[in-house]
Structures are given as C-alpha cells and as structure tokens.
C-alpha cells in the first residue's frame, strides 16, 4: 500500500472544535458538496462538465435544504435538543446557523464561478447566455412571438387582495413576485399597490435559443452544432412581456424568487394497515410542508421580500441571494448542449468478460464461476439487465424475485418481470415506497406490478429495504436428474438503468448454493413475517451486520497486538455510526492500518494522535458518481487480493446497520478477488481526482508525486485508470 499522502492547500471551513471525538454529519455533509463545486472551478475539467457540476452542486443544495435543514427546524420547533443517543450534538438551531454561513460562503463561490469564469468561456466557444433587453429588434420580435404562442397561454396570474388569498407555492417553484397598481388610479381614494405571483412554467426549457427564432415561426428548430448558441433566460422573456398579463395596471416592482420546502415530513408507520395509501398520504402532506427557505437575486425588492417573508412564515435567516439562474439545476440544458468537444469523450461500458458472448447460456456462464461487474466500466445491460431479461423468457426459469428501491420511469426490470408474470411464472417484487423523492414513481411501479400478477410486497414495517439482490429458480438437470437451481444477483447498486452508466457500483452474479439459499431466506423474511432468520454467508442488517462488522474490526486488533498483519479497507457513500467510529478508534490505537475511501460525508476525525493517527479518509470526486461499497479485512494476510472482501448495500451509516434491511456479500472467487484488489488499488493511489481529509474535518486536494509513472492511478486517476483495465480485460 502507498504511504499516506501529504496534505496541500487546506480547504478554508473546519467543522469540528479542538475537542471533538466527531465530526457535525451536516456540516461535513456541506464539505463534500463544497468539493462537488471545486470540480466546476477546475480548470483541468471540460468546460461543459464544468457546468453539470455546477449543476449537481445545486441540486445537492436543494436537497439538502428539503432534508436536513427541514429536519433541524423541525426538531428545534419540536424542542427535541439533539438526535437520539448523541447528547454531544450541537442543538439544533445552532447547527442550522453553523450551515447557513457555510452555503453563503459557497453561494458566494457559486456567483464567481458562474460570472467569471464559466459565463466568459462558454461565451468564447460560441454559446452566450444574453438578456432580453440586449437583443436586436427583429430577435427580440421573434421571441415575443414565440413567448405568445407557448408561453402565455400557460401562465396564471394570481392576485391578493381581499377576495383572493395568498396562493400556494410550490417546492422548488421558480416565481415572479410583483406589486402592481391601476394606470389610472382614482385620485381621491389612491390604493396601495397589490402583490401578485406569476410562476415561470416547469414543462417549458428554461433557456431558450433566440437564435433560433424567427418572426415567421414559433418553433425553434435544431441549429448546426457548429453554431453559435444565445440564450435567453425563460424569466427574462416572461418579465419583459408583463404588460399582457395585467391590462390597465402597471407593475411597480418585480421580485424573482425560488421557494424550498421541507421533505422531512414523516408519518409513523409502525401501525398502519395500508402502507400504499399511507405513503400517498405522506406525499400529500409533504406538498404542503413548511418552506425552509427563499431564493432572490441580488438587491431585492425590500417590500415584496418582506412580504414574502411573512407569509411564508420564515424569516430573514432563510432568505438566500442567488447570482445567476435562481435553479442552478436548470444549467443541465446548458450541459446537454451537442458538443462533444466540450466535454468528457463519451464512455461506452465494455461487455463483461466473462458474457462476452451475447448469444451464450448466461445460466451456464454463472454456473462456471461468479461474475463481478464493475459499473459503469462494465455493461449493466449486458450483465444485470440481461440476466434478470433472458430469466422473464426462459421457458425453465419458474420464478423470479427482485428488490426495487430506485429505477427509471421507463424500467427495463419492471417490462421485464410484467413479462414474466404474464407468462405465468412466480414473480414477486420488494418495492420500496419509502426511497426519498420516489415515493411517487414506486407507487406507479407497484400499482402497475400488482395489475400484471405480480406479488408486490412492500417491506418490513418501521424499516426501509435498501439490500439490492435479485433471485432466479430455474429448473434443471442436476446429476442426470430434474431438480431447481437458483441464481442471484447482489449488489451495491439499484436496479436503475441510467444510474448505472453513472454511478460506481459492483455487482455480484452467482450460482454459489450457500449464497443463493441466503437470498431466498432474505426474500422469504423482506415478503413474509419470519423473523431471527440465520445465514450462511449473506451479512444482513438490522440482525447481523452491526455485529459482524464490530467482530472483523476487532479481529483486526487481535492480529495487530499478536504481531500479524493487520489491514482494513472499506469504501462507502457516508460515515456516521458512533459504535463503528469508536471500535475504529481502538483497531487505530492498536496498529490497525486502516484506509477508508468515503465520498460523502464522514464524522470520523483522521489522523488525530493517540486517537486515530493510523486512520486515512479520502474521498473521490469525479467524472462518476463513487456508490459502491467494499469492506476488506486482512485478516493476517499481507496480500490484499486474499483479504476477506465483502461488497454491500449499506453505509457505515447507524440508519443502514440498525433500522434498514440490508445485505453483505462475501468475493471468494479468485478472479473476483483479484479484480477487487485492482480496484482498492487504484483507489488508494489516485491523486488526480481525490481529496485527504484533515483533523478538522476539511479536506485537502491531492496533487500527483513529481513525477508520476505514465499510465499509474497517480497519473490518471481513478476513472482513466478503471476505463484502462476494463479496455485491457
């Protein structure tokens, strides 16, 4: 393994005081998303992807904004003075104003990189985000023409006055606030002006090609890809065509604002009768929940915020200047733009060796070895999809089962398993109503499963099913006689098509019959009512995960203190559980060497002497999205390819150990092993796309040793470096 890296250029934010044995979860969550925004002011990043961060970083805010802030401010209304079992927490509210100067900082951040760098350089390579009033004559005629042609007809404007309450506002909802008063007032009786809401329409682009445009066409055709590109904001054009919306008044002053509301609106479902309708009533509530916060350009109208304000009942705290498009996420229009050389070469997964053959028996070539896929190096379609595919057609395939917590709206998995049904095969479907922000698409999904036959269940009650696995019964010869084997798939991952090309994530196919008996014990607990089921191999959560974990990591310190080697690796999304930091404080105490690769937010503390000065947390930030999770565990061996692997659906997280069902699976197979030491490898060594976490908790970009071998994980980094071996493969 490569020696700890030496840390350059601290990030400025700290988020712990001297003291601390942890990390604020909130505040070091906002430290990720601070190196998600670093990645749109790197210069070494195409210029496109510079704007999908940008992007990305904006929707993490929102969401972040939805779930904890909505969180904190409903435990300080609550006067619930910290999370349960962490009386070292800072109070709530105190929290909430820790976070605040944080996102004010990187709003801040935020504005210079959008004003004075991306704007000017996507400007120079042809494509110019302009304003109305900048426009010629006869664009400014032909967009007005396209504005009264798609865009009028769609507004509302709502108006409040005493026949008229304060509208609703939805979240995320991009708005004009106005005061407005008549042309001609009546002068003995003037009236004060009145507010009125005009939302900017949803199911329209936000940025429209003005160049695009003529005054003969209310279309916008596709120009060239070698043309240049003006773009006009969809706000701006709604703005300066006002008038035809309120004849005979005139508006006084204008304020654009974008509203966030909590989604930390959760009901108790230990005791309900129908989880389906509860969930739906749930989404119900969480249309209507509280607004966390607002969202103005600079300068705002003092009266029309104000006013806002008290309505909306938040205060001067939860208002946020925004510089640029108020829905930053709206940039992804800009991202999608049809040139190529402006960002990453396009990436297309490469077959899995192993099912090389498009045409093979995929039954047969999981039979002969497990298969380890790594996406998206390595082709979700033509591993996972088509395993859980060819199973709907096989005309000896008798039953299928499958958990679905995410996927796409137009799910291969879900035509799939509708196909297998029809077909009169058993097919049983875990869906997970309650995954945060697809509550909606899953209620579809099962209502959709249900009317096909499909047996849908929905989980355990009081815990979300996280695990991702898949299970094939297939009839067979066995020993010259008919019999059933069974297949299944394990992953980090979930059964969604367009996260895979992506999201990292690993996947396990196996015929292994102590793993696949597991998984129907898994199965049998998640859509019946066992409870205290024991496995074989499979590591599941609440009952056995904690445990398992606490037991390798304190086999580690057993080794440590007998002289043996004594090494753990693990990799995940998020660190937060207070029994694991602690018990890996003592492997550190001990002499464990432990490297952990967390991508998220982590609220160990590294590198504190006499505490963990043996512990190393990196994160990777790049091209994909880091999702999967591996925990390795020496073992007593010095060769990292014959450590114990497990690859898992769960973070070191206390919700994914304690209150989610979730599954761990164990690599024996050699090659698989192999593959995951070249993998933890690369992970270790990249000094081109990851970040060290520091004492405090901030976290120090890593830059290449001088000079780098050509080709390494220093030189490439870890995504070129994982494209290159699964090319070489």
Known sequence: MSSPPQATNAASHSPTQPGDRFVNRDLSWLEFNRRV????????????????????????????????????????????????????????????????????????????????????????????????????????????????????????????????????????????????????????????????????????????????????????????????????????????????????????????????????????????????????????????????????????????????????????????????????????????????????????????????????????????????????????????????????????????????????????????????????????????????????????????LEAAGVHVAYGVLGRKTHSKCSLVVRREKIDNAWGLRTYAHLGTGNYHPRTAQRYTDLGLLTANEEITADVVRLFNMITGLSAGMSYSRLIVAPDHMRNHFLNCINNEITNAKAGKPAHIFAKMNAMEDRQIIETLYQASNAGVKIDLVVRGFCCLRPGIPNMSENITVRSIIGRFLEHSRIYSFANGSTKLEDYAHLISSADWMYRNLSSRVEAACPIHDPHAKAKLAQIIHTLLNDRQNAWQMNPDGSYTRLTPQNPPEPNSPQALGTFATLMQLANES
């Not at 935020?110 to 760098?117: D, I, N």
């Not at 504005?147 to 004009?176: C, M, Q, W, Y």
């Not at 008044?249 to 509301?261: G, N, S, T």
Request: some cysteine; overall charge negative.
């Open 37 to 448: 925004l670093a990645q749109a002011r790197l210069g070494s990043t195409p210029l496109l992807d510079r704007v999908k961060f940008l992007a990305i970083f904006a929707s993490n805010l929102d969401e972040f904004f939805m779930k904890r802030i909505g969180l904190l401010k409903s435990r300080h209304l609550q006067q619930i003075p910290h999370s349960p079992n962490r009386p070292d927490e800072m109070p709530p509210i105190e929290t909430r104003d820790a976070c605040y100067r944080i996102i004010r900082e990187m709003e801040a951040d935020l504005a210079r990189c959008w004003q004075t760098e991306l704007l000017p350089q996507l400007a120079d390579e042809g494509i110019t985000i302009g304003s109305y009033e900048q426009l010629p004559k006869e664009q400014r005629q032909a967009v007005d023409a396209w504005f009264n042609a798609k865009v009028f007809p769609i507004l509302t404007p709502l108006a409040v006055d005493p026949g008229h309450r304060f509208p609703f506002i939805s979240n995320l909802s991009e708005n004009l606030g106005l005061l407005v008063e008549p042309k001609d007032p009546n002068p003995s009786s003037p009236a004060e002006p009145r507010f009125a809401r005009v939302k900017i329409p949803n199911v329209l682009p936000h940025f429209i090609r003005a160049d695009a445009l003529d005054t003969e066409s209310t279309n916008q055709p596709t120009p060239s890809q070698d043309a240049p590109a003006l773009l006009i904001p969809l706000d701006e054009i709604v703005i300066n065509n006002l008038d035809d919306l309120f004849p005979g008044m005139r508006i006084v002053e204008i304020l654009p604002f974008r509203l966030i509301r909590s989604a930390a609106v959760e009901l108790d479902d230990e005791d309900v009768e129908d989880l389906l309708e509860h969930v739906e009533e749930e989404l119900r509530m969480r249309r209507f929940a509280d607004t966390v916060s607002i969202q103005t350009p600079p300068n705002p109208s003092p009266r029309i915020l104000n006013f806002l304000l008290t309505e909306l009942k938040i205060t001067k705290d939860d208002h946020f200047i925004r510089t640029g498009p108020l829905a930053c996420v709206d940039l992804n229009e800009i991202a999608w733009i049809d040139r190529p050389e402006l960002k990453e070469p396009l990436w297309k997964p490469i077959r899995p060796r192993a099912l090389s053959d498009a045409e093979s028996d995929i039954f047969a070539k999981i039979r002969q070895q497990d298969i380890l896929v790594h996406h998206p190096y390595e082709s979700f379609t033509d591993s996972v999809e088509r395993f859980i595919e060819t199973a709907a057609t096989d005309p000896d395939v008798l039953a299928i089962k499958l958990t679905l917590y995410r996927t796409s709206r137009d799910s291969p998995f879900v035509d799939s398993l509708i196909r297998a049904a029809e077909e009169g095969k058993q097919v049983a479907c875990l869906v997970e109503l309650r995954a945060r922000f697809d509550e909606e698409k899953n209620v579809t999904f099962a209502r959709q």
